[in-house]
């Protein structure tokens, strides 16, 4: 077993926290003339400005739909439009169907016993009734609620010389059967859905750029504050922004994928503690041509979505958060959060968000790879001028071997003189 001691859990206001807009540089208090003398592309860049998201910090989808007109449609699938009502909808509609069915067939037991001539022989004795002490409207509704919730108080009874009534007694005994399916179905269903799971679990509120085992990656961090764990948990992310094609086609909010390790395995998570997600930052990255002077002025979101199944309920739970520009710190990494303890490891969530400055180089890694290459060409200079000053010995000690061999045959030459003498 696990042995985790969630600490210092996250309050409310710091989970549900929502940054609609980047970090912006307020206009410094200056008298009238000097904020006039201003230059004007100054005060447009120090102006607020707003960020519209697409996904919003809490994982709420920020689009609506408008100018829906095929609106039969959300009734072809009944169940799941009554399940995405709000509450107050939904508990509306669940009164609102038992009343009206109540009252229905509260109407029709009422017209059975005044078609019959019922009201009329209320106080005879020897007259049989479709339904015993069924004497108005009102006992009528009241018998409908006891059919149809099988109460049987045992005051009004179906008689037997009534065969319209036994009919119509099967009819709703049988519709009430569905209604109650259907409903408390939706109830049950809406009750157990995983939304509410997904509020314990945590994104950090800023994703960092810094450097890890020499290259750069894009990060951040998520956590789980239950200890009934998630089952399958896997981590995606996507790069929301808008682009242009070659021909000219506008593409707005286009989706990139970012590879957060899915090819190693890496996505698949075991979320019993916190845990930072590395985006490497390569050719294949959409950060590829990305520089830290460059960052503040792309518009563009990372949208992160967690998903994995409930381990008490075993239904599918999906979190999502998301990142814009403002919210990516370059040059940072996250304080760690698990230290080791007498017999079991700790998680500090007070120091889940926090973040530290590293030494970060701000080129992009388009260009970091470029220096690199550009650092290997002085090895080949070196190989090259090694091979010229080999080649420099070589002919150095080929001419000595030639001064030597000609004084060796002058001094053959010198002794063959002397011997002749």
């Keep these: 077993l696990c042995k985790l001691d969630h600490t210092n859990v996250l309050e409310g206001d710091s989970m549900d926290q929502d940054v609609e807009s980047p970090v912006a540089i307020h206009q410094p208090k200056l008298p009238k003339q000097a904020r006039d003398d201003l230059p004007r592309h100054i005060s447009r860049d120090r102006t607020k400005r707003k960020i519209q998201r697409y996904v919003r910090k809490d994982g709420k989808c920020n689009v609506h739909h408008g100018n829906v007109r095929e609106t039969y449609r959300y009734l072809t699938d009944i169940f799941t439009t009554l399940v995405d009502l709000k509450w107050r909808f939904n508990l509306l509609i669940f009164v609102m169907v038992y009343t009206v069915t109540w009252l229905f067939f509260g109407m029709i037991w009422w017209l059975i016993a005044y078609i019959r001539g019922d009201m009329d022989h209320i106080e005879d004795p020897s007259w049989t009734p479709c339904v015993t002490n069924l004497n108005g409207f009102v006992s009528a509704f009241l018998f409908s609620i006891e059919t149809e919730t099988t ?41 157990s859905q995983p939304k509410k799971r997904a509020e314990t679990l945590v994104f950090s509120t800023h994703a960092v750029i810094s450097m ?44 990139t994928d970012i590879n957060v390790g899915y090819y190693t395995g890496d996505d698949r998570l075991f979320l019993v503690s916190p845990l930072i997600i590395s985006h490497e930052i390569n050719q294949q990255s959409p950060f590829w041509e990305i520089s830290k002077a460059q960052l503040p002025k792309e518009e563009l979101e990372i949208v992160v979505i967690l998903e994995g199944m409930v381990e008490a309920t ?25 230290t080791l303890e007498d017999g079991f490891y700790e998680v500090d969530y007070n120091s889940f968000h926090e973040t530290y400055e590293t030494s970060t180089p701000s080129l992009s890694a388009k260009e970091l790879a470029e220096l690199a290459s550009r650092a290997e060409l002085p090895l080949s200079w070196s190989v ?38």
């Design 314 to 338: 075993g239904m599918t739970c999906q979190a999502r958060s998301s990142y814009v520009t403002s919210e990516i710190l370059w040059g940072y990494r996250f304080t760690p959060v698990l």
């Design 212 to 255: 890890r085992d020499g290259k750069l990656c894009l990060m951040f961090r998520v956590g789980d504050l239950r200890n009934s764990h998630i089952v399958e948990a896997s981590i995606r992310a996507k790069l929301i922004k808008s682009k242009q094609t070659s021909e000219g086609e506008f593409i707005p909010l286009n989706q």
């Design 151 to 191: 109460i049987g108080y045992g005051y009004r009874v179906i008689t037997d010389k009534c065969p319209e009534g036994i009919i119509l007694l099967l009819i709703q005994s049988v519709l009430g059967s569905i209604v109650n399916a259907f409903m408390v179905g939706c109830m049950f269903v809406k009750i």
């Design 384 to 421: 090259s001028s090694k091979l010229n000053q080999h080649a420099e010995l070589e002919t150095e000690e080929e001419e000595k071997n030639v001064e030597e061999q000609t004084e060796r045959n002058g001094d053959v030459a010198n002794l063959e003189n002397e011997s002749k003498v």
